[in-house]
């Protein structure tokens, strides 16, 4: 049984940063793309980012490109999401997704295996 685990989420000041992580309970998660999603009140899941396999290329939703990091390590099942500069509109629930590789990699549909997701709130 496929599992992802998040963790990390939390309160915290504009312009303050967190990290969150996610680990995978899958066996082919070293062939899997790994992303991050977030759903905010009343608004559609969105993209965050994505990281390839091997963790060689990544992508990023405009509104958080140079701001958020996303990274991978195979030899631990785990994908991490760190963010800096947050800002109110960053609050949302965030989500990890594992996937085959696909070139719609910034639709939700790309992913078969979700986590439960990890609330992230920004204060202003």
């Known amino acids: 049984q496929v599992q992802l685990v998040e963790s990390g989420g939390g309160l915290v000041q504009a312009g303050g940063s967190l990290r969150l992580s996610c680990v995978a309970s899958v066996r082919t998660f070293s062939t899997s793309s790994m992303a991050w999603f977030r759903q905010a009140p009343g608004k559609d899941r969105e993209f965050v980012a994505r990281i390839s396999q091997g963790g060689t290329s990544d992508q990023y939703a405009k509104s958080v490109e140079g701001r958020f990091t996303i990274s991978r390590d195979n030899t631990k099942n785990t994908v991490s999401l760190q963010m800096n500069g947050l800002r109110p509109e960053d609050t949302a629930v965030y989500y990890c997704?594992?996937?085959?590789?696909?070139?719609?990699?910034?639709?939700?549909?790309?992913?078969?295996?979700w986590g439960q997701g990890t609330q992230v709130t920004v204060s202003s």
């Open positions: 997704a594992a996937g085959r590789p696909a070139i719609n990699y910034r639709n939700s549909d790309a992913y078969d295996h």
